[in-house]
C-alpha cells in the first residue's frame, strides 16, 4: 500500500505565504516525480508546480516567481512554499506522485488535497 498524505493548507490573507506539505509512505522503491495541482470550485484541475528526483523543477506561469516546490528525497516528501498568495490561488491543492512500489510497476498516486484559501 502507498499514500499520499498533504498538509499545511488552510486560510491566508492576500499577500501571505502558506507552506504545503506531501509525504509519500508505504512500501515505495523509488519516486520519479512529485508534483503539486490544485483545483479550484469550477474549474479543471490544473498543474502548479513538479519537481523530479533530480530536483528539476517546473512551475506554472500562474506562480512562477511566488511559489517554489522542494522535496526530501529520503522522507519522500515534497513541500511547496507559497509566498505573495493571491485570491485566485484559492482552490484545493493535490499532491501526486509516480512512483514505483516495491511490489508493482511505477504509476501515479495522488493524496486527498488540502483547501487553500486566500482572502482579499
Known amino acids: 500500500q502507498v499514500h499520499l498524505v498533504e498538509s499545511g493548507g488552510g486560510l491566508v490573507q492576500a499577500g501571505g505565504s502558506l507552506r504545503l506539505s506531501c509525504a509519500a509512505s508505504g512500501n515505495i522503491a523509488s519516486i520519479n516525480r512529485m508534483t503539486w495541482y490544485r483545483q479550484a470550485p469550477g474549474k479543471q484541475r490544473e498543474l502548479v508546480a513538479a519537481?523530479?528526483?533530480?530536483?528539476?523543477?517546473n512551475y506554472a506561469d500562474a506562480v512562477k516567481g511566488r511559489f517554489t516546490i522542494s522535496r526530501d528525497n529520503f522522507k519522500n516528501k515534497a513541500n511547496l512554499q507559497m509566498n505573495s498568495q493571491k485570491p485566485d490561488d484559492t482552490a484545493v491543492y493535490y499532491c501526486?506522485?509516480?512512483?514505483?512500489?516495491?511490489?508493482?510497476?511505477?504509476?501515479?498516486?495522488w493524496g486527498q488535497g488540502t483547501p487553500v484559501t486566500v482572502s482579499s
Open positions: 519537481i523530479t528526483s533530480g530536483s528539476n523543477t
Open positions: 501526486n506522485a509516480l512512483l514505483r512500489p516495491w511490489y508493482s510497476r511505477e504509476d501515479e498516486y
